[in-house]
């Protein structure tokens, strides 16, 4: 059985860092590319940034780019999301997945409970 644990979330100011990591068992964790998706209240869950199974390849929305880092470390079977430069627009719940890269819902066959992200002005 597929699980994804995501830690990390709280509350930080504007301009505050936090760091999510989400933790997974029950696959083989290196064949896996992983996705960091976030669903703010009211509105639709939204891609974040992904990571290919090795490392070697990352993409991001344009609303993070610049501010968040993704990266992955295989030997813990753990994937990570650095959040810099937070904005109240960051407040989320974040989710993170695991499947083939992109960018889409449909990519991502098994998904994390979610931790929320609470980012004051």
């Known amino acids: 059985q597929v699980q994804l644990v995501e830690s990390g979330g709280g509350l930080v100011q504007a301009g505050g860092s936090l760091r999510l990591s989400c933790a997974a068992s029950?696959?083989?964790?290196?064949?896996?590319?992983m996705g960091w998706f976030r669903q703010a209240p009211g509105k639709e869950r939204e891609f974040v940034a992904a990571?290919?199974?090795?490392?070697?390849?990352?993409y991001y929305a344009d609303s993070v780019k610049g501010r968040f880092t993704i990266s992955r470390d295989n030997a813990k079977n753990t994937v990570y999301l650095q959040m810099n430069s937070l904005k109240p627009d960051d407040t989320a719940v974040y989710y993170c997945?695991?499947?083939?890269?992109?960018?889409?819902?449909?990519?991502?066959?098994?998904w994390g409970q979610g931790t929320q992200v609470t980012v004051s002005s």
């Open positions: 997945a695991a499947g083939a890269m992109g960018t889409e819902e449909g990519n991502f066959g098994s």
């Open positions: 029950g696959l083989t964790f290196s064949s896996y590319d």
């Open positions: 990571i290919n199974w090795n490392g070697g390849s990352t």
